[in-house]
């Protein structure tokens, strides 16, 4: 009788083990973002930003890290010149919070972007646009 309890036991055990994993794995996965999900979440981006030329708005290739307003030939507004004089870096962090609400990080700015606030899909672009270097 002891066998079947502690056979039962370990089922439980090993099933709880399974499900914590996979649930480990897909919390990191959204954490990190899907990088072929964030290439097509880009297409909202692409009217005006490409990955390897200047159009509407900066290009974005090597964008997270770079300091904002710094690419040479790009004309930027009044309001990021002055965000860039203050240090601003285009982190994960701040990218995000641009993302989402582009004038409530760089007021009077001219991306005319509303945001993007599913979550999911930022983290999704936010991976494509980490391996864009």
Not at 32 to 58: E, I, K, M, T, W
Not at 70 to 99: C, H, N, P
Not at 104 to 114: D, H, K, L, W
Request: proline letters at 3%; a positive charge; charged letters at 20%.
């Amino acid at each position: 009788m002891q066998q079947a309890g502690a056979w039962h036991m370990l089922k439980f055990v090993s099933a709880s083990a399974i499900l914590l994993a996979l649930g480990t794995m897909a919390s990191a996965q959204q954490a990190g973002g899907d990088v072929s999900a964030g290439q097509r979440v880009f297409g909202q981006c692409r009217a005006c930003h490409a990955l390897d030329r200047n159009l509407v708005g900066p290009h974005l290739r090597g964008v997270v890290g770079r300091p904002a307003g710094s690419l040479d030939g790009f004309r930027y507004s009044t309001s990021m010149r002055q965000k860039a004089e203050g240090g601003l870096v285009w982190s994960e962090d701040t990218l995000r919070a641009y993302i989402r609400n582009p004038k409530e990080v760089v007021p009077g700015g001219s991306m005319a972007f509303a945001g993007l606030r599913n979550e999911q899909q930022l983290n999704d672009l936010l991976a494509y646009l980490r391996e864009q270097k």
